[in-house]
């Protein structure tokens, strides 16, 4: 908790920090930098660039992606309501025999079953992408750091996490700048 200034509001300085950023000049910099933080345990870790770094991805361990799950999921259970919608329809609530037909006849429930699927693995996808990568997000604390508008430019940053296990302001303000870094600030919330 922070403590209150001489007005009875928090003071800037007491206030949590939201983590610890450094800034690189180069994208090389920037990879060395992420392994180095992972190989150290730090696993609250994001990196910050004004362009897509393939390297960067394996450094910082990005690979487990839900969302081909969700996907699924969502396109087995769009299958799975548009076949029952048509099978309780055509069965349980009007059934008619139409020229002798049986009731249940899966072939001609195949198209709206398709259909479903595909709309409801599109709208699974479209969420689930906003939901996983934290979509809108009109504010970050990250913004708060003093050079961060250089990010969409020409810097790279990396940012330790406060949540981190392994978090302290000094021992990680140290090995980030242990680390070649241009600048080691203090993210506030």
Known sequence: MSEPSASGHATAESAPAYGLIAEFQTPNAL????????????????????????ELTDALHL??????LLVLLGGLTGGALGYLLQYFVTVIYYPINVGGRPLHSWPEY???????????????TV?????????????????????????????????IESEDPLFERQKTAQFLESLDAKEVSEVAH
Do not use: Q, W
Not at 63 to 68: D, E, F, I
Not at 110 to 124: H, P, Y
Not at 133 to 155: E, I, T
């Open 31 to 54: 990879v060395k930098a992420a392994r180095a933080a992972r190989e150290k345990g730090y696993r609250k870790l994001d990196a910050y660039t004004p362009f897509p770094i393939e």
């Open 63 to 68: 690979h487990h992606n839900r969302l081909p």
């Open 127 to 159: 969420l689930g992408l906003l939901g996983l990568c934290g979509l809108p997000m009109p504010y970050h604390p990250v913004f708060n750091a003093k050079r961060f508008a250089l990010a969409s430019r020409d810097r790279f940053f990396l940012c």
């Open 110 to 124: 195949f198209v709206i079953t398709f259909e479903c699927t595909i709309l409801f693995a599109g709208l699974t």
